[in-house]
């Protein structure tokens, strides 16, 4: 297999999310979410994967590959967990974890905000509350200063497209809203935040590289559906994608590809390959987003996340080849492409799914918690070694 050049310093490595793999995050909307009656939540995230605890022999397990970088994220609510109170011992555990990333010769990348937000912030109305996006900066502001030049990048708010219009549009996460006006105020909300948390990082941490991550899709048009893909992809992507200049990278988040016909989304057509999530296995959406991406913003592109679910490891290092080789051909075509980031490294709570989408590239026992790792996750070390194959998989 050819090796494709890679750029110094790329990165390589798997990410995670606080509430779906550190366990007992009883103070945020997720845990009541995932009790409310009204949600579609399949079972609750209870002790998740215990990384809270685990997360040094999970930690070995990645380096152990050869990977070098760990995305995951600080949970708000243990560290603020009533407005204005800041929990020493919660910074300090983190503190701790960016410098057990660091002896292992892995890169820390730290985001502020993954989906879960403090339960008395949701109780003073979350995103759709203007005065969100200052105490988001000033929850930031604490956070950095505390973990200081540990922290290799950071991200600001994860997927704000995702938090906005699921929370506030389709109701389908907390807080279980479907209405225009608050999803519209949601969406300025969370870009003032973005802006105003960045500033406030770098304010905090001199020199710190920072950026927020969006998730994008392959959108397809067919039967004619060209301008209301293009209205998707405005309102889904490119609000987002406006609002980075400045920014020091752009995390893309790239799963699989939608069909968009005049009438909006369709599911994949009828005998296409899907994924534990339903999702069209597309493994090339990879590289046509990073274009995309890169080609709107002119940022360097980090992949933050980018994986499948699948009960079957092999298919996920089908999925993980495919994927790689459309990434090479965005790098041989000039994209600035700073790393790859799995998504995930453990198999975890996959939100309103629970446990049953398996995403990792390490299994875990749900009643002893034992970690299994997967081969998939020595393919991508293999990587990370020896390069991205250069191939087909232009998208
Ligand atoms: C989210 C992750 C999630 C993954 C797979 C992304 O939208 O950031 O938290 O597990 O997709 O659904």
């Not at 980018?306 to 080789?325: F, K, Q, S």
């Amino acid at each position: 297999m050819a090796t494709g050049a890679l750029p110094a310093g790329f990165l390589w490595g798997a990410a995670t999310a606080a509430h779906q793999v550190e366990g007992g995050n009883d103070n945020n909307d997720w845990w009541d979410w995932e009790r409310d009656p009204r949600s579609p939540c399949r079972e609750p995230s209870g002790a998740a994967c215990d990384h809270y605890h685990r997360y040094p022999g999970d930690l070995d397990l990645l380096a152990g590959w050869g990977l070098n970088a760990y995305r995951f994220s600080l949970e708000w609510s243990r560290i603020e967990p009533a407005e204005g109170e800041i929990d020493a011992a919660v910074l300090e555990h983190y503190r701790r974890m960016c410098a057990a990333c660091r002896e292992r010769g892995v890169e820390p990348i730290v985001t502020f905000h993954h989906f879960t937000t403090p339960r008395w912030l949701a109780a003073r109305g979350g995103w759709a509350d203007p005065a969100t996006a200052d105490r988001f900066a000033r929850f930031c502001e604490r956070a950095a200063a505390a973990l200081g030049d540990l922290v290799g990048r950071a991200c600001t708010i994860n997927e704000p497209n995702i938090v906005a219009a699921f929370g506030y549009r389709d109701g389908s996460f907390p807080p279980g809203v479907r209405d225009p006006v608050l999803y519209g105020r949601a969406v300025d909300v969370l870009l003032a935040a973005h802006r105003r948390g960045a500033a406030a990082l770098r304010a905090a941490v001199p020199g710190l590289r920072v950026g927020v991550t969006v998730a994008m899709e392959e959108r397809t048009a067919v039967d004619g559906g060209e301008a209301r893909r293009d209205e998707l992809r405005a309102e889904m992507e490119d609000r987002y994608l406006a609002a980075t200049s400045g920014d020091d990278f752009l995390g893309v988040q790239a799963y699989t590809r939608v069909r968009v016909g005049p009438e909006g989304p369709r599911p994949p057509a009828p005998g296409a390959r899907v994924t534990q999530m339903g999702w069209e296995f597309r493994p090339e959406a990879l590289g046509a987003c990073v274009r995309r991406a890169a080609a709107v913003t002119g940022l360097p592109i980090l992949v933050t996340e980018n994986g499948v679910a699948t009960a079957d490891d092999a298919e996920r290092v089908e999925y993980l080849e495919g994927a790689l080789a459309s990434l090479a051909a965005c790098l041989a075509d000039g994209v600035a492409v700073a790393g790859y980031l799995h998504w995930s490294l453990l198999d975890n709570f996959e939100w309103n799914d629970g446990y049953r989408p398996t995403f990792g590239l390490i299994a875990v026992d749900r009643a002893t918690q034992a970690r299994a790792p997967k081969p998939s996750g020595a393919r991508l070390g293999a990587f990370a070694r020896a390069g991205i194959p250069a191939g087909p998989g232009r998208a």
